[in-house]
């Protein structure tokens, strides 16, 4: 497996592999949590990943194959972009989202096998792409941007599975690639509703998981978001409600954005309701 390959030696923007080539680091860090859901995932039985999760009533199972089919959209939208957009413009029409694939008819260690596959393939065509080239998706965006979104779905969907068998998770700073999309994305949430863009734009201070702070934006006491990185992320990818965190959220602005946050695409959808998505303490 590709993704096996990669060795911790960073070398200027790129990271050594075993192969004697330079991978993008954001590639790395996109195995490496990867790995650690598959860890997870792993682990559980053939019941087990057939059971309702808080997400939809997803299941792991549902979950795995939404994750491998963004992959490989992901990976037809940089090297075909001509045949990803006929294929996006033919499942829109037909009232459907993602790419179909061989693995939406597997299950259990096959399926498993299957999505890390499509992890392979980001290594392969993401590892050593330049990537400020633009690539189709919903709107046009830089690669990588594309391997920050496939960061972010893997991450958050991660966390139902997380949640559903009682597993506290150990974050990272891989996190800072979803940090800096949920950033990002702050105009997103607004114009995603049809509502005008509140400014100014609240600046946001975390504690990172291994205690650094990161810092975005100008300054401000008035417009804030302060707190641990990880429930910013969760927040922003509507995880968990921002009740159900310990951020301080200071100023209109700041408080109309985690209430109604979305890095992702799709029309806009409200948060879970407090109380909702929460770690299963029974397992």
């Known amino acids: 497996m590709k993704a096996d390959l990669v060795c911790q030696s960073k070398q200027g923007d790129q990271t050594q592999s075993e192969e004697g080539r330079h991978m993008n680091p954001e590639v790395v860090d996109f195995i490496e949590e990867n790995k650690a859901i598959e860890t997870l995932v792993r682990g559980l039985s053939e019941e087990q990943l057939t059971e309702p999760t808080a997400f939809k009533e ?51 260690t096959e399926l498993i096998d299957g999505w890390m596959e499509t992890v392979d393939d980001i290594v392969a065509h993401f590892g050593e792409a330049d990537l400020s080239q633009r690539v189709p998706w919903a709107k046009k965006m830089s690669a990588r941007s594309s391997l920050s979104a496939r960061m972010m779905e893997s991450w958050s969907h991660a966390q139902a599975i997380y949640d559903q068998f009682g597993v506290e998770r150990q974050d990272t700073d891989r996190l800072k690639h979803v940090a800096i999309l949920c950033v990002n994305t702050y105009g997103w949430t607004f114009e995603n509703a049809k509502k005008p863009i ?67 695409a799709g029309p806009p959808h409200p948060p879970p309701a407090p109380g909702t998505r929460k770690i299963n303490r029974n397992r």
């Open 58 to 108: 997803w299941t792991t199972e549902h979950i795995l194959k939404h994750l491998a089919s963004g992959n490989l959209g992901a990976v037809m939208s940089l090297t075909d972009p001509e045949r990803f957009m006929a294929e996006l413009k033919a499942r829109q029409a037909a009232g459907k989202r993602g790419m179909p694939s061989k693995y939406d008819d597997m299950s259990g």
């Open 198 to 264: 509140p400014e100014p734009k609240p600046y946001v201070e975390l504690t990172a998981p291994s205690g650094d702070t990161w810092s975005f934006g100008e300054k401000s006491d008035s417009e804030l978001v302060r707190g641990s990185a990880t429930e910013f992320c969760q927040v922003c990818t509507q995880t968990r409600n921002v009740a159900d965190t310990a951020l301080q959220v200071v100023g209109p602005n700041a408080t109309a954005w985690m209430a109604s946050a979305q890095c992702f």
